[in-house]
């Protein structure tokens, strides 16, 4: 089987069940934005500062190609099997966020992105998944998109909020608070 196809030459894609689409429409918009959300989650977890956390980062990126084959499925499509998200998949992020949490100070700021290099991959990835909920959301303004795909991607951007603080903590890197100028 070769790579190229040339299927797409035109500048169409299929979904899973054979509808054409264009390569423009925001459901390949989404769906491209969380592989590109997952290659940065592969960054992260390449950092020695995730060593510790590399089985909860591959589970992520698993869960992330379960999304994106949802949304590469056309609406409707009962013939083709995906793998479904469930509530135990927001649920194990929402247990991970915690226990970060127990060893953090409480947020008196909102933080600027930085101070360190793993730690200003952690936020780019977090602005891609914020992205990625953002076109997800406007897929399902025009079409069914089920709600645990939303779910799932809202909690892991606050997933990688929290992991943001924790590599911050762990490499002793300065958090910088952000403060209004009056």
């Keep these: 089987m070769k790579v190229y196809t040339?299927?797409?030459?035109?500048?169409?894609?299929?979904?899973?069940?054979?509808?054409?689409?264009?390569?423009?429409?925001?459901?390949?918009?989404s769906y491209g934005t969380v592989d590109e959300l997952n290659s940065h989650i592969g960054l992260l977890r390449d950092q020695p500062v995730n060593s510790n956390r590399h089985d909860i980062l591959v589970e992520i990126?698993?869960?992330?190609?379960?999304?994106?084959?949802?949304?590469?499925?056309?609406?409707?499509?009962?013939?083709?099997?995906?793998?479904?998200?469930?509530?135990?998949?927001?649920?194990?992020?929402?247990?991970s966020i915690d226990q970060m949490e127990e060893t953090l100070e409480p947020m008196k700021n909102f933080v600027l992105?930085?101070?360190?290099?793993?730690?200003?991959?952690?936020?780019?990835?977090?602005?891609?998944c914020r992205r990625a909920e953002r076109q997800i959301i406007a897929l399902?303004?025009?079409?069914?998109?089920?709600?645990i795909t939303i779910q799932f991607i809202n909690r892991l951007s606050d997933f990688l909020f929290v992991l943001s603080r924790k590599m911050t903590a762990e490499l002793g890197a300065p958090e910088t608070p952000w403060i209004a100028r009056k």
């Design 6 to 29: 040339k299927t797409g030459d035109k500048g169409t894609t299929a979904l899973f069940g054979g509808a054409r689409v264009s390569k423009a429409h925001i459901r390949i918009e």
């Design 61 to 95: 990126q698993d869960r992330l190609f379960t999304l994106g084959s949802i949304l590469a499925t056309e609406p409707g499509n009962t013939k083709v099997k995906v793998p479904a998200l469930t509530e135990k998949d927001v649920v194990a992020l929402e247990k």
């Design 113 to 128: 992105p930085g101070g360190h290099q793993s730690v200003s991959f952690c936020h780019i990835a977090r602005c891609v």
């Design 140 to 147: 399902a303004d025009h079409e069914d998109v089920p709600p």
